[in-house]
């Protein structure tokens, strides 16, 4: 323990003690007082390397709707720098990648791999990051074979989440397994992973304001309760717990809330602005209810309600929508409930798009031009199963998709009349989508191709589904009826085959 401390805790608390002197930092040369920026000192970057950095432009709630954010591309200035800045009137979560070499298209990239995963900014902050590559390191002193230091008004809270990941990076060959027989026979187990971050959240507690120490220890743990109760889920599942295991099931019980030991000391405004809180709660709250043998998720929304109030609820409400719509016995029932209740107009929006993704809802009856200009309306193919592939350029998932199974299945199918293939692309450059459709990569001339019109996520199809992931297949039955939206049945090549097969037998 002495020489993890020395070679772990040590360093990374002697940068925080030389960085935190610029906490106090000004800065007089940005349009706006609350302004923020960061700028990333990458040694090892080549001429034509870019950055991309995501930041959320609302509070949010679960990792769908994590992807409700602005984009940024800042391309290398010389000596390996990168500038970004941007407002935001209180907090938002950033997230940087690496792009492949191409210009980006439309906001829409083809990463790399990931820089910097979900930190935490405030209004008034400027960060500074100086990472570099190492040739030789611990994957707990180095995630992701990069070094950083940070520095800046702001750059505190960077270095605490920093050091609390590295120091509680979890290795399935080397760390013990969390398992219900290690909490029945042990009620003090803690894996020491996480008490080793927890352990430098709080040894770095001072350099941190009340409101960003609450946060990140909230989201730190929070984020590690989802794995947990993940791996007890399955377990649970796997061992059938019977009624002659009683004793274990009421330690469970008693053991689930703990997961989120100290919450009652942390501000409502910050238990709901948490990026990881809420889905931590829900898949505690679900674990609780499959502990006693209920498995009805229309139960656990009314448990929900019960239980808490507030914004918080309804960010609560939401994630269970994203979490369990396809899942719910009773759900219109439950979505009315919800809409009666929901307040916000960007919660009620996700909320109905995922009632307009379930299976027999009548389809959205889109406009959109094809190839040369001409209007094509999905009410054209009444009678007829229409297949539906979004996509954008420079998505390496499109493209791989589009080659390894669309691609066939469109060429098994191009006889039958009774199927179309449509493609919806939401590149806002139309010459960009031309070439696209022409380089074989995304899509083929030989189907209908269709062009979002320069709307791109803002034309009224993608809105109506929120479509937020690509490539975002979907299925309509001869009546325009949504027979599925997305599913891992899309991804495996022979049940996409045998789908549309019976489809067309069946027409």
Known sequence: MKTFFLTIFLPLTLIASIYARDRKNTYSNYPYKNNVSITVYFADSKAGDQLMLRYSTASLVTEDLNKNYATIIAKRQEGGIFKFSFYTSNISYVFIDKLLPGDPLDGHSNRDYTILPFYFIEKGDHIKIKLAKQQNFSRREAPRGLYFQFSGKGSSKFMVKYGADSASYYDPDTTAVLTIDKLYNNTNFEASHIKAGLKFIEKNKRLLSKSAYELLKLDFISERTVIEVKLLSGQLKRERINHDEAAKIKFLKSYTPQLYSGKEDIPINILSFSIN??????????????LVGDTSTANLYYLLKRKYQGDLLERIIVGYFYKYTYNISDFNHIYENAIKYVRSPLYLKYIMAYKNRLGGNLAYDFMLPDTNGKLVKLSNFKGKTVFIDFWYTGCAGCSHFYQDQLSKVEQEFKEDSTIVFITI??????????????SGKYTSPDVLNLFTNGKGIDDDVIKFYNVREYPQPIIVTKDQKLLSFGGDEFFQMSTLRNKIKSLSQHN
């Open 277 to 290: 809180y809420t889905e931590g709660l829900l898949a505690t709250e679900r674990f609780k209810e499959l």
């Open 425 to 438: 692309c939401i590149d806002k450059n139309k010459k960009q989508w031309i070439k696209s459709i022409h």
